[in-house]
């Protein structure tokens, strides 16, 4: 009875760790890596040959590689190491090219030729035979067998499933577990605002792996022998199984469904009697009952039986009268916001700011983009000169979202160049532009749906202390003071746009027109020079679409340079000089509206019908 408490423990600590290892990994970052497994797996073989002495060793029965027979707690070090070591090779495969479900069977069609070569490499190791006879911790110097050494084992695995949990909560409760949920909820949007995707999923499989692959080490060490066929991909559906089960996002949802599902329930069905003469029915219908459960859930409970808290960074109150749903100070005019029905009047072309100079900021040359053959965007030569709001219309299809995405780096340019501040960044991915300072927003609400608006506002401040491995390890003493003062400034930019009531609330909880204002609010957090406007006004109120209009021109007369793509002709006709007409992907036309109008090309392409 005590051996088979003592096991229970350990098994519960392993699949706790491995856990928490998956949920850092597909629950905050948003990685689903099938793969998951064979870090594990690969951290057992780790630990295994770490420990075990050469392979000439018992009659050299077993081929492997190392036998270094080290001491307690090396192998489990190295199973560690292994584990984070093995990430890279995945990330590499996966990272540059494929997203989402592209990279998600990436990495399991990966794991699987892993399992392939582990099983038929006898040299390496040992093929499908495994490794047997793997030495238990101190077992030179403590009896493996004995009821004291079986109780501390167990507490030893409990012990560190919860250390593993204080790491894994301590990285998602700082800077870096925000951006990694800011990309679980729409990479895109965090590429944008400039975060490096590919060091973050990275990272985050390194540390998964890391995570996974002492689990694996704790588990070789108890049973004494390593099996490739033990850990085949079928026990990651089980982890993920898990983690949906308990709670994505959620630490301690993921530790219960580790006890309820690779614990509990595989442990109860052990005692479910075998059919007559169909000894393989109750095994499968066990995995029938693991893919049911997954599939009420998802359906049912989505967030799990622990779903992911709600963060609240909010340092003061918000005032008890929100006021309204939209207000702002213009630079003359600090002392109030513009108040509710009040005539705040058309902005003319000619009350905006003259320019010293006209530099120009941002400009692309000859710009092409090929779809299937078929020229989107053919020969588009533009200039954006600084504090300026541009305005692009065209008709559907005229290439003016084309444009746009490839200016920010979104998309590259079948041909062409982009220049800011006079520098080519053709070449340059969207995040790298982004740090520049060219930063944009997109036609679709693009919010990160399951952070609060004050979240949205502060993950896109840039050159964060606590947004790296070891800044978020380092702790809030290294990162907090930074943090409060971002909080600070994103509350006062709630404040100024009339939102700070709402600063706690859900990004995907809030309507159209505020998850715009909160899309643009965060452009800005990330201090952009240029900043790019995709159909900001769409699905807007129009009064509320008049104040974001003078918001834009108070921007612009704080030097900010505003790029805007926009249906709405009237918004073009008050805030914008000058107005690019794009049609078959080709620049029309440009000048002020008025002029435009005068244009009989124009207004057979554009302005009528």
């Known amino acids: 009875m005590v051996y088979y408490i003592t096991t229970l423990m350990v098994y519960a600590g392993v699949d706790a760790i491995a856990c928490l290892g998956l949920s850092q990994q597909f629950g905050v970052g948003?990685?689903?890596?099938?793969?998951?497994?064979?870090?594990?797996?690969?951290?057992?073989?780790?630990?295994?040959?770490?420990?075990?002495?050469?392979?000439?060793?018992?009659?050299?029965?077993?081929?492997?590689?190392?036998?270094?027979?080290?001491?307690?707690?090396l192998p489990w070090i190295g199973a560690a190491l292994v584990g984070g070591l093995l990430a890279i090779p995945f990330a590499w495969i996966v990272g540059r090219r494929l997203r989402g479900d592209f990279a998600?069977?990436?990495?399991?069609?990966?794991?699987?030729?892993?399992?392939?070569?582990?099983?038929?490499?006898v040299p390496l190791f040992n093929g499908a035979a495994g490794l047997s006879l793997v030495p238990s911790p101190l077992q030179s110097a403590l009896n493996p067998q004995s009821t004291g050494y079986q109780w501390g084992y167990g507490a030893v695995a409990i012990l560190l499933a919860f250390a593993v949990y204080w790491v894994v909560t301590r990285l998602t409760n700082s800077p870096y577990g925000?951006?990694?949920?800011?990309?679980?909820?729409?990479?895109?949007?965090?590429?944008?605002?400039?975060?490096?995707?590919?060091?973050?999923?990275?990272?985050?499989?390194?540390?998964?792996?890391?995570?996974?692959?002492?689990?694996?080490?704790?588990?070789?060490?108890?049973?004494?022998?390593?099996?490739?066929?033990?850990?085949?991909?079928?026990?990651?559906?089980?982890?993920?199984?898990?983690?949906?089960?308990?709670?994505?996002?959620?630490?301690?949802?993921?530790?219960?469904?580790?006890?309820?599902?690779?614990?509990a329930f595989e442990e109860a069905t052990r005692y479910i009697p075998p059919v007559p003469n169909d000894p393989n029915l109750v095994p499968a219908l066990q995995w029938v009952v693991i893919g049911l459960l997954i599939l009420a859930f998802l359906w049912?409970?989505?967030?799990?039986?622990?779903?992911?808290?709600?963060?609240k960074l909010a340092t003061r109150a918000a005032p008890e009268d929100p006021g309204l749903p939209f207000a702002i100070r213009t630079p003359d005019d600090r002392g109030a916001g513009i108040p509710a029905g009040?005539?705040?009047?058309?902005?003319?072309?000619?009350?905006?700011?003259?320019?010293?100079?006209?530099?120009?900021?941002?400009?692309?040359?000859?710009?092409?983009?090929?779809?299937?053959?078929?020229?989107?965007?053919?020969?588009?030569?533009?200039?954006?000169?600084?504090?300026?709001?541009?305005?692009?219309i065209g008709p559907n299809g005229a290439g003016k979202s084309t444009v746009l995405a490839?200016?920010?780096?979104?998309?590259?340019?079948?041909?062409?160049?982009?220049?800011?501040?006079?520098?080519?960044?053709?070449?340059?991915?969207?995040?790298?532009?982004?740090?520049?300072?060219?930063?944009?927003?997109?036609?679709?609400?693009?919010?990160?749906?399951?952070?609060?608006?004050?979240?949205?506002l502060v993950c896109a401040i840039?050159?964060?202390?606590?947004?790296?491995?070891?800044?978020?390890?380092?702790?809030?003493?290294?990162?907090?003071?930074?943090?409060?003062?971002?909080?600070?400034?994103a509350q006062r930019m709630l404040e100024r746009f009339g939102l700070l009531a709402l600063a706690d609330r859900?990004?995907?909880?809030?309507?159209?027109?505020?998850?715009?204002?909160?899309?643009?609010?965060r452009a800005l957090m990330a201090e952009p020079d240029v900043l790019l406007l995709d159909e900001p006004m769409a699905g807007v109120h129009p009064h509320l679409a008049h104040q974001l209009g003078m918001a834009l021109v108070a921007l612009c007369e704080e030097g900010t340079t505003v790029v805007m793509v926009e249906h709405e002709l009237s918004i073009m006709d008050e805030f914008c000089d000058p107005v690019f007409v794009l049609a078959d992907g080709r620049v029309l036309a440009a000048g002020t509206m008025e002029a435009l109008r005068a244009k009989e090309e124009v207004v057979e392409a554009y302005l009528v019908g």
């Open 462 to 489: 840039p050159g964060q202390r606590g947004e790296t491995v070891r800044g978020a390890l380092l702790g809030r003493r290294y990162w907090g003071a930074q943090e409060r003062d971002g909080i600070e400034r």
């Open 104 to 121: 998600a069977i990436g990495l399991l069609v990966t794991a699987v030729m892993f399992n392939v070569l582990v099983n038929n490499y």
């Open 30 to 73: 948003g990685v689903t890596n099938f793969g998951f497994i064979i870090f594990q797996a690969a951290g057992a073989y780790a630990a295994g040959v770490l420990s075990l002495p050469s392979d000439s060793a018992n009659g050299g029965f077993q081929s492997y590689i190392l036998g270094w027979n080290l001491p307690f707690p």
């Open 342 to 392: 009040a005539a705040t009047g058309p902005v003319a072309i000619a009350d905006l700011p003259a320019q010293s100079g006209s530099e120009v900021i941002l400009e692309c040359r000859d710009l092409t983009r090929s779809f299937a053959g078929v020229r989107a965007v053919d020969g588009v030569s533009m200039t954006f000169e600084r504090g300026r709001l541009t305005g692009i």
């Open 178 to 263: 925000r951006t990694l949920r800011a990309m679980r909820d729409n990479d895109a949007v965090a590429d944008s605002l400039g975060k490096n995707l590919l060091a973050l999923r990275t990272s985050s499989l390194i540390v998964g792996g890391a995570i996974a692959g002492l689990s694996g080490g704790i588990l070789v060490g108890f049973i004494n022998l390593w099996d490739p066929q033990a850990w085949g991909y079928a026990e990651t559906v089980v982890l993920f199984a898990a983690v949906i089960i308990g709670g994505l996002g959620n630490h301690r949802g993921a530790m219960l469904g580790a006890l309820l599902v690779p614990v």
């Open 506 to 521: 859900y990004a995907g909880e809030l309507s159209g027109g505020q998850r715009r204002l909160v899309e643009i609010m």
């Open 406 to 456: 490839m200016l920010a780096g979104t998309l590259q340019p079948t041909s062409g160049r982009v220049l800011l501040h006079g520098h080519d960044v053709t070449g340059l991915p969207a995040y790298r532009r982004a740090r520049l300072g060219l930063v944009r927003t997109f036609q679709l609400a693009s919010e990160f749906k399951r952070l609060t608006v004050l979240e949205n």
């Open 300 to 311: 049912f409970r989505p967030q799990g039986i622990l779903p992911e808290r709600r963060r």
